[in-house]
């Protein structure tokens, strides 16, 4: 894995698609990846932007033949990532954030062990609540719905190497990057970046 891979995961009403566009704005260097999803498109999404939209039909061939390096079900959907997508950005040498739930964490996790894994918490349990409130004129129950939805996701948050909690955007977004640029300077990838150097330091004098 010549660049450094970087899985972002949080529940809804966490803040993460902020978070994750604001470092991606910061960082030149950084791609994120455009999913595969079966699920429409929101309004204002568009085809091959904040995904590519496709039929259950294609998803399943793709995900059979071998076309995913992690897929996941999440809320009646599915959601994949192109392997040939992050085949060519590690080609390219690039550095890459995936913005995957906690099942494609954990896969990711096992094909790419020195992947980094990092967790989105909301400010705390009653800010969920008020922001999954303010998201439209949902019923109660919908909302319990999702609340539970999102606990159940946060209770993978000890799967996660790194743990962000999101009380204030641009503190968060200093802590992703931070996380980043860590991954960045880890042995591996340094020695990766600079061989020379190290083959270097690796002769005898
Ligand atoms: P939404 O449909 O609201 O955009 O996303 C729903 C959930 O699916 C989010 O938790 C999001 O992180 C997750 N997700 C989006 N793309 C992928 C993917 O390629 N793989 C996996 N495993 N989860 C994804």
């Given at each position: 894995?010549?660049?450094?891979?970087?899985?972002?995961?949080?529940?809804?009403?966490?803040?993460?698609?902020?978070?994750?566009?604001?470092?991606?704005?910061?960082?030149?260097?950084?791609?994120?990846?455009?999913?595969?999803?079966?699920?429409?498109?929101?309004?204002?999404?568009?085809?091959?932007?904040?995904?590519?939209?496709?039929?259950?039909?294609r998803f399943l061939e793709m995900r059979d033949t071998g076309g995913f390096v992690e897929w996941a079900e999440v809320h009646g959907n599915y959601y994949g990532t192109s392997r040939d997508w992050l085949t060519e950005q590690f080609g390219k040498g690039l550095d890459t954030l995936l913005e995957i739930d906690w099942q494609g964490a954990r896969q990711v996790r096992e094909a790419f062990p020195e992947s980094v894994g990092v967790f989105v918490l909301p400010p705390s349990l009653s800010e969920l609540e008020n922001r999954l409130r303010k998201r439209g004129t949902d019923s109660e129950e919908t909302i319990a719905r999702r609340l539970q939805a999102a606990l159940g996701e946060m209770r993978h948050v000890q799967e996660f190497a790194y743990v962000i909690i999101n009380n204030c955007l641009p503190d968060a977004v200093t802590e992703l990057a931070t996380i980043v640029q860590a991954a960045r300077l880890r042995y591996a990838n340094q020695h990766k970046r600079h061989p020379h150097y190290f083959s270097f330091l690796a002769q005898d004098c």
């Open positions: 894995m010549p660049g450094t891979l970087i899985t972002v995961t949080a529940p809804s009403g966490a803040g993460k698609t902020t978070l994750v566009h604001e470092l991606l704005r910061r960082d030149a260097n950084l791609r994120l990846s455009v999913s595969y999803t079966t699920r429409a498109p929101r309004e204002g999404e568009k085809d091959g932007r904040e995904y590519h939209f496709i039929e259950t039909g």
